[in-house]
């Protein structure tokens, strides 16, 4: 076989779109927080090894009377995260057009891409949404951005994740950029901002290591752990290889996670047996 009959396959990715309200209200400790996080994820996303492909991250800011793809899709490894400022307004059905756009873009998102995850963290209110004030979810579900997004041939299968961030925020049309069955996550300080974005982090980690990785509903899990967590103490144990281990804790990292946000700690243990096999395990245990 000659030189010619190979061809190189590029890695498939996976665009995570950061929608991030710039306004305002977003500034001092908010807008700190959501800079570190963000880089905080950059630099965890670069250290994963053995996944399906590579991550892609985007980054979108809303404030002021503008909406700045501050970065298009670029590789996790070579991408420059510049710190955000918080001014102005909050042009949210704009910065949700535009990301809708990008998605649909062929040239922008592959069609050999993964479905993108989209976190839009806000903390008010849509100043460019005209119609009337403390509008219902199926009026801002008829809102033009709002549609463009849940009808587009890709956006509409995306994953999306809300962040709601202070006790001001429009949760109403939280809801509606949703749209999934899941409820907007809720910050309150700095604290909650940064557990929210390693949440969405591992969660990203988990479907890029998944066996189907497109199958985005099996990964939105946040308000789900309540019912898994029903009981005082939860034991899971696992066993198998080096192999199977890894790939039993990538699987459950999500769930561990996200118990650590809702007050529980997590005890891990873990050993080899005679035989070589991994024995590992972790306990939930609810605070008291």
């Known amino acids: 076989m000659g030189l010619n009959n190979f061809t190189i396959t590029k890695e498939r990715?996976?665009?995570?779109?950061?929608?991030?309200?710039?306004s305002g209200s977003m500034s001092g400790e908010k807008i700190q927080a959501v800079n570190k996080a963000i880089s905080d994820m950059i630099t965890t996303?670069?250290?994963?090894?053995?996944?399906?492909?590579?991550?892609k991250v985007s980054i979108v800011t809303f404030g002021g009377d503008e909406v700045v793809v501050q970065q298009l899709p670029t590789d996790v490894h070579t991408v420059q995260f510049s710190e955000l400022t918080a001014v102005g307004r909050t042009p949210m059905g704009e910065a949700i057009t535009k990301v809708t756009k990008l998605i649909e873009d062929r040239e922008i998102?592959?069609?050999s891409d993964y479905l993108p995850t989209v976190v839009l963290l806000s903390d008010g209110y849509p100043?460019?949404?005209?119609?009337?004030k403390d509008a219902s979810l199926e009026q801002y579900l008829?809102?033009?951005p709002i549609k463009l997004m849940h009808e587009g041939e890709r956006s509409k299968k995306c994953m999306r994740v809300a962040m709601s961030v202070g006790a001001e925020t429009d949760l109403t049309m939280l809801r509606a950029f949703l749209n999934n069955g899941t409820e907007p996550m809720m910050a309150t300080d700095a604290d909650d901002i940064a557990k929210l974005f390693k949440w969405?982090?591992?969660?990203t980690i988990s479907r890029m290591s998944s066996v189907n990785p497109d199958d985005v509903k099996s990964f939105l899990k946040f308000d789900d752990v309540a019912t898994v967590l029903s009981n005082q103490k939860l034991t899971i144990h696992f066993t198998g290889n080096d192999i199977v281990l890894l790939v039993a804790i990538t699987a459950l990292e999500t769930i561990i996670m996200t118990a650590l946000m809702?007050?529980?700690s997590v005890e891990l243990n873990g050993e080899t047996t005679p035989d070589?096999?991994?024995k590992g395990g972790f306990k939930l245990n609810r605070s008291s």
């Open 142 to 144: 008829e809102w033009g």
């Open 262 to 264: 809702k007050d529980y």
């Open 200 to 203: 969405v982090t591992m969660s």
């Open 127 to 132: 100043t460019d949404y005209s119609g009337i």
């Open 109 to 111: 998102v592959k069609s």
């Open 276 to 278: 070589g096999m991994v």
């Open 13 to 22: 990715a996976l665009p995570i779109f950061i929608l991030a309200d710039t």
């Open 45 to 55: 996303l670069r250290n994963v090894d053995d996944i399906r492909g590579v991550f």
